[in-house]
């Protein structure tokens, strides 16, 4: 079962810790901010007051400024909570960085519903499905704290456009690599296979105890391992994503387009709850837990 992490910043703190270092020892990488994490950013912009920037809570003028920073020669690092960054700046994005042909790397936090008690302002299932509308997007979803520090620095070394997605959930162990399928449990040529990415590989190994499954996991959903997805699909292909169900069917039905296949896609769904809770309670009522995995599973299965 997928591991809660026990306080809200052990992902983000990781990200910060690798920020601070990128700060220190390449004088290209800055950061801009609106207000979320500031305070963890207090001593890096003592340090480097030109490169570590608050806007305050203003989040579209965040990507404006980082865009042109980004003109400049900078490496922007761009951080707030997923709804802020993704869905709130979205013009943004798609006019100050896609339009003008510059990139950056956005870093989010809250996920699709770390924080459910701060309300719908705070949940934001539909981040990474708005980024695939966007040209050329490598996505990072890790699915524990280890994998964010590489995936960062990789990130910022880079010069494309990156969107990292942090949560409070967590693996029980990280998975390294460069986000290519990796075989996590093994059930033979033909057999079923489910994708798992980022945290909810955990809850998909549960759910499939038993059963004859293939599991794989992957952290980068963005560019899709289609090649990987060819040499391990048979004719049934499970997609489990930690938001919006169907995110990632377009590109499974591309890549398999050629070869007589059934998908099911599980996510979060559509329908707004309109309900509190906890984010355990969200991961059950979407059925993204090992139980409402299963029901899927089984009855997909047959």
Not at 81 to 102: C, G, M, N, S, T
Not at 142 to 164: I, K, N, Q, T
Not at 249 to 259: H, M, T, W
Request: no cysteine; charged share 25%; aromatic share 6%.
């Amino acid at each position: 079962m997928a591991a809660v992490a026990e306080a809200e910043t052990v992902m983000r703190d990781s990200f910060v810790d690798t920020a601070y270092e990128l700060l220190a020892d390449d004088p290209r990488t800055a950061v801009v901010l609106a207000d979320i994490s500031a305070e963890s950013f207090r001593e890096a912009a003592r340090r480097h007051p030109d490169r570590v920037i608050n806007v305050g809570i203003r989040e579209q003028l965040m990507v404006g400024v980082a865009g042109g920073l980004a003109l400049a020669g900078l490496r922007p690092v761009v951080h707030t909570y997923a709804p802020f960054l993704v869905e709130r700046a979205y013009e943004q994005i798609k006019l100050d960085l896609d339009h003008q042909d510059v990139t950056a790397v956005l870093v989010s936090v809250g996920a699709s519903y770390d924080r459910p008690e701060a309300g719908r302002t705070h949940l934001s299932p539909a981040d990474v499905a708005l980024i695939d509308t966007l040209h050329g997007w490598t996505v990072h979803v890790p699915g524990h704290p280890d994998e964010v520090p590489s995936l960062l620095r990789a990130a910022v070394a880079g010069d494309g456009a990156f969107y990292l997605r942090l949560s409070t959930m967590a693996n029980r162990r990280p998975y390294g690599g460069d986000g290519a399928l990796q075989v996590v449990r093994d059930a033979g040529p033909g057999a079923p296979l489910l994708v798992a990415v980022g945290p909810m590989l955990d809850e998909s190994l549960a759910a499939v105890a038993g059963l004859d499954v293939t599991v794989a996991y992957t952290h980068r959903p963005r560019p899709f391992d289609t090649a990987g997805l060819r040499t391990l699909a048979g004719t049934e292909v499970i997609l489990v994503e930690p938001y919006l169900a169907g995110t990632s069917s377009r590109v499974v039905g591309e890549a398999l387009a050629d070869r007589p296949h059934r998908l099911l896609a599980l996510g979060i769904g559509r329908r707004d709850l309109r309900r509190y809770g906890t984010a355990a309670d969200h991961s059950r009522w979407h059925g993204l837990d090992a139980a409402g995995l299963r029901r899927s599973i089984e009855a997909f299965l047959g």
